[in-house]
């Protein structure tokens, strides 16, 4: 039995709890951080922090020692948010973690916010190794266990759900938090189109902002605009989310963060997985906004696999990525990488019948609003009939386009390769990789979504052969940040399906490098550096 005081207060809000492991029971002491107008403001959050802390810390400390029925034996370690998050408020949270540590002379353990969100949904779920994802304010992403470590498989490249919606609503007058009022707004909204962008697993939100913004500017009724946000935001989360599931081969996903409580994006990730008979599970809501009790639980968990820190080892750190966790404790199994066996394949997008020849069609999405789902099935039916011949013409090996039909946003191809690559992820193949898509950048163009399920491999005597496929994200662009993107977008999906990934990354980067600008290969560090976190 162990029972565990977790402190949470990463940014709005303050927050104690205990868990005890005998009973699987968690207390949730909380105070939220609420301005009166616009958005957080740290120094503002930092001083809620330091006045709510001790007051919620007193209630957890009360509790645990109600059920232990002895002080001394009331807690065995202290489990903190040790990042990422708002530093002024995640300093004044571990100055109170070791302070407990010290004057109860139990051990200090340090969690990651993020991984506590994914945590908390497998651990209420019973799932064995899910895709989660965190829709929370400061952040968006897919993670996934493979490899001793939560991998990132795919986030936002500017800025959170909950932050993006903010600076909309803050553009009304509206006071934080922003989302629950969209949500109400929405129920009486129409749809107007407004921008969607998925690069991969990738997603963007500033475009759309933007867009928003305007509209209201120009005189859409606030609350079409508030639906079409929702609409539309939500779509790409459940897009990049089916998408990181069929990638892996998974069955089961968790949704983590605050924005998990809107019905709508939790309606979307249901359909979308009884669409595909996969498992969903939302934790109640207690547990999706920000709270200590998620704090506890994985803090149990490390304690438990031996995972405790120091004081002198416990500096936070506001830009904590999931990804930089060595994962001890029992995280499941890796996430799978599924097998084509049959005639007939389910992707992300599109069920996809194998015969002489290859006929995709691009299936409607329950969760989609009729009148996006039609725009995007036809959108990219056409882009990649268009770009899978360009490629051709520059030389790299696509299948031949036999067909184009429209109406059913389906196309028929010549079948190529004898297996996805990620059944033969091999250093020679994936410089392969690297040199096509340089050829692609060359001409002027992206693939939008390559990954090892979007190429093909034939083993020959002179090593394998490669082909392109599933250009329907791709688009014309002369930005080196597109192209630095779409190198990205691989990259990340080799960490996501094989545990030699570095190795595989560097042979794709030389096989780019043969052939590509260097100015891309920059710019790709440069996108792995940025901070996810502000």
């Known amino acids: 039995m162990t029972r565990i005081l977790g402190i949470e207060g990463t940014a709005w809000c303050a927050s104690a709890s205990v868990h005890d492991t005998a009973t699987d029971e968690t207390f949730i002491e909380s ?41 001394e034996q009331a807690i065995d370690a202290i489990a903190f948010s040790q990042g990422p998050g708002l530093g002024p408020c995640l300093r004044i949270v571990a100055t109170a973690a070791r302070a407990l540590s ?6 200090l353990v340090g969690v990651n916010h993020m991984i506590a969100h994914l945590e908390i949904g497998r651990h209420r779920s019973g799932f064995e190794s899910p895709v989660c994802l965190n829709a929370s304010g400061a952040n968006a992403h897919l993670l996934g266990y493979r490899g001793g470590r939560y991998r990132i498989l795919g986030e936002t490249m500017d800025t959170g759900v909950g932050n993006a919606i903010d600076k909309f ?33 990738d997603f963007s939100f500033s475009g759309i902002m933007s867009a928003a913004k305007q509209a209201v500017d120009d005189g859409v009724p606030v609350e079409d605009v508030c639906f079409s946000l929702q609409e539309t935001i939500f779509a790409m989360l459940t897009e990049v989310s089916e998408r990181a599931l069929s990638l892996t081969g998974t069955e089961e996903l968790v949704l983590g963060g605050g924005v998990g409580q809107n019905a ?11 669409a595909r008979g996969a498992r969903f599970h939302a934790p109640e809501p207690r547990f999706l ?37 060595a994962v001890r404790w029992d995280a499941g199994g890796d996430v799978a990488v599924a097998r084509a066996g049959t005639d007939e394949v389910r992707g992300a997008e599109a069920v996809v019948t194998l015969g002489e020849r290859v006929r995709k069609a691009r299936v409607g999405k329950s969760y989609r609003h009729p009148t996006l789902d ?26 031949v386009v036999f067909d184009v039909d429209d109406t059913d946003c389906a196309l028929t191809f010549e079948r190529v ?24 950048h060359e001409a002027g163009f992206v693939h939008g979504d390559l990954t090892p399920r979007n190429a093909r491999v034939t083993a020959t005597d002179d090593g394998p052969r490669v082909f392109l496929i599933d250009f329907g994200l791709g688009y014309h662009t002369e930005h080196v940040e597109d192209y630095a993107m779409d190198l990205h977008v691989f990259e990340g999906s080799l960490a996501a399906t094989s545990d030699e990934s570095d190795r595989l990354s560097e042979a794709f980067e030389t096989g780019y490098e043969s052939r590509g600008d260097p100015a891309v290969l920059a710019q790709l560090r440069e996108i792995e550096g940025r901070g996810r976190y502000q």
Request: aromatic share 4%; charged share 30%.
């Open 374 to 399: 039609e725009r995007l099935r036809g959108e990219r039916t056409r882009s990649e009939a268009r770009l899978t011949s360009l490629a051709r013409r520059e030389g790299v090996p696509t299948p």
């Open 417 to 440: 390769g004898s297996r996805d690559l990620r059944e033969a992820l091999t250093e020679p193949a994936v410089r392969a990789v690297g040199r096509y898509l340089a050829a692609c």
């Open 289 to 325: 906004r920000d709270n200590a009790g998620m704090i506890a639980v994985l803090g149990a968990r490390m304690y438990e696999a031996g995972e405790t820190i120091s004081v002198e080892a416990s500096a936070i750190d506001a830009d904590f990525r999931p990804n930089q966790v």
């Open 102 to 107: 010290l004057s109860l002379n139990v051990p």
């Open 169 to 201: 609503t803050r553009h009304l007058g509206w006071s934080h938090p922003g989302g629950p009022k969209v949500e109400r707004e929405a129920r009486d909204g129409e749809y107007v189109p407004l921008p969607y962008v998925v690069k991969g697993m």
């Open 31 to 71: 105070d939220a951080y609420e301005p009166d107008s616009g958005g957080i403001h740290p120094r503002e959050a930092a001083e809620h922090m330091r006045e709510a802390i001790p007051q919620v810390v007193r209630a957890a400390r009360t509790h645990a020692e109600s059920i232990a029925g002895d002080s």
């Open 264 to 274: 709508r994006l939790r309606e979307m990730l249901a359909a979308m997985c009884e």
